[in-house]
């Protein structure tokens, strides 16, 4: 199930693994199975890939990472299929995902001869990059009535849908709210009118969508497989100066439709 009408969607090159995901999700349809599950299987499949980057294997680590990528869309793609759409699911999807980033830089620091700043700078330019590709996405979506259970702010604790409880749904947005809070707000402080501006071209959010979780780790796991491992933290840090190009090119476009 797409997030977009067939007239606007893209092609997404963080988002490889929807096909197979799509086969996992209608594979667990009608057992007992749900989205929370998954991602708790993408969980175990990011740590096996930590684990192989920390001993040095490489070609795992690859392999895990893309099976993390194609479970983190299974896990949205099974709770669309179950018509049990949650914000338990949204938020523990997201904490967990952030938490694993850190951990994945906090390896290749331990592993590669990099002060430990420019890691933690890595770290911060990735979440930067997925915050505005999820940005501009949650954006086109509310333009052309897309899929809407992510939101464009989010601004205060929302009420639990049902099948879930509140108590969680607000634990899990107080988590989700310190974790990406700060990254939302430099974002949004450097293209605050991007919600009231032109629907992007499909050529543009494709470009952005090297920004998307999927490419990045894809990344990551190319470099590592190529023998490039001392190169990743230095090509997060220099790729978040595409930001800014992202930001002016939207803004351009903007004022020229």
Request: net charge positive.
């Amino acid at each position: 199930m797409s997030k977009l009408p067939a007239s606007y969607r893209f092609v997404d090159l963080s988002d490889y693994g929807r096909p197979v995901a799509k086969r996992i999700a209608q594979s667990f349809q009608y057992t007992k199975v749900n989205a929370i599950h998954v991602t708790w299987m993408f969980i175990v499949a990011g740590l096996a890939a930590i684990a192989s980057i920390y001993f040095h294997q490489y070609r795992w680590a690859l392999l895990f990472l893309l099976l993390k990528s194609t479970l983190d869309a299974a896990d949205g793609e099974l709770a669309r299929l179950k018509k049990q759409p949650s914000y338990t699911g949204r938020y523990f999807d997201s904490i967990a995902d952030i938490v694993l980033n850190a951990a994945i830089f906090y390896t290749l620091f331990l592993n590669v001869a990099t002060p430990w700043w420019m890691a933690a700078l890595a770290f911060v330019g990735m979440q930067l990059q997925g915050t505005l590709y999820n940005y501009y996405y949650v954006i086109l979506r509310n333009q052309v009535d897309g899929d809407l259970t992510s939101q464009i702010f989010e601004t205060s604790t929302p009420t639990a849908l049902p099948g879930e409880k509140q108590a969680t749904v607000t634990l899990l947005y107080r988590c989700y709210r310190i974790l990406y809070g700060g990254f939302d707000a430099v974002i949004y402080r450097l293209d605050p009118s991007a919600p009231e501006g032109k629907i992007l071209p499909k050529y543009l959010m494709t470009a952005v969508s090297t920004f998307g979780l999927g490419f990045q780790l894809a990344a990551i796991g190319l470099l590592l497989v190529l023998g490039f491992q001392a190169y990743i933290i230095p090509f997060f840090m220099a790729y978040t100066g595409m930001i800014l190009v992202f930001i002016l090119l939207r803004k351009r476009i903007g004022r020229n439709v």
